[in-house]
């Protein structure tokens, strides 16, 4: 079973509706879970929407200090993440602003060697927008960190990534290198700084299976921008799919 969770607060409403949505595009079977912020949650209306989704929601307690860092975070986070899991679950972490396109990723998942997917490069072990990994994975984490004197700023995405890590070495990790023009991968974000592109050139253009909107945004453009930004990715990729041109995972 794959068991998504979206992490959520207020600032992220719409994005969170759109993020739920795409995803539920591209992973039809699987268990939604939208854990909003108890110090600042989304309005009423919102968890109407989201529960007509056929997603959960829930709200959590733990501080999140602004981007989901610290050491009772990254414990609260797991905490999440391995609520119900059975060790042969695939557990995906999805932030709101990202649009995820295609699921085939999560295929690696399947074969005994590989435990956590994500994305990174030489500069950033794994940009978090959104990571996957097994459900056995998961809780040795969840346990490492529990039991850890964690120190530092603890990002949330960078602190588990190295827990994986040290659990179970580099080779058993797939981190997909962001698109560049000389190195194209199925991992982008969206290019706010374009004067032209558009959320449908990522659609019709290439075969992106990650798109992170949250990248800074022109001065121009509103916060909603990148709400609207998901809409049109998902609405071209299904108009597509209708089309017989891709397979939705």
């Keep these: 079973m794959i068991r998504a969770t979206i992490f959520t607060y207020r600032g992220d409403e719409a994005e969170t509706i759109e993020c739920l949505r795409c995803a539920k595009m591209s992973m039809p079977d699987a268990v939604f879970s939208i854990v909003d912020d108890a110090s600042d949650p989304v309005d009423i209306e919102t968890v109407a929407v989201i529960v007509a989704e056929g997603a959960s929601y829930r709200q959590s307690d733990f501080p999140r200090n602004k981007n989901l860092n610290g050491v009772e975070c990254v414990r609260g986070i797991l905490a999440e993440l391995t609520r119900d899991v059975d060790p042969n679950d695939v557990v995906v972490k999805i932030d709101p602003d990202t649009a995820i396109l295609d699921a085939e990723w999560l295929c690696a998942l399947n074969n005994s060697v590989t435990v956590y997917v994500s994305s990174g490069d030489d500069h950033v072990l794994v940009y978090g927008c959104t990571y996957a990994m097994t459900g056995r994975a998961a809780i040795m984490a969840r346990d490492v960190a529990n039991t850890t004197d964690l120190q530092g ?3 949330e995405d960078d602190t588990i990534a190295m827990i994986i890590y040290n659990l179970f070495t580099l080779s058993s990790m797939i981190l997909h290198r962001p698109w560049t023009l000389d190195k ?10 374009s004067m032209t592109a558009t959320p449908e050139d990522y659609v019709l253009n290439n075969d992106f299976a990650v798109v992170i909107t949250g990248s800074p945004r022109n001065p121009n453009h509103q916060i909603q921008s990148r709400a609207d930004c998901i809409r049109r ?17």
């Design 184 to 193: 194209p991968t199925p991992w982008t974000a969206f290019n706010w700084q």
């Design 233 to 249: 990715l998902r609405l071209t990729k299904w108009s597509l799919s209708q089309l017989g041109k891709f397979q939705i995972a």
């Design 153 to 155: 700023r603890c990002p």
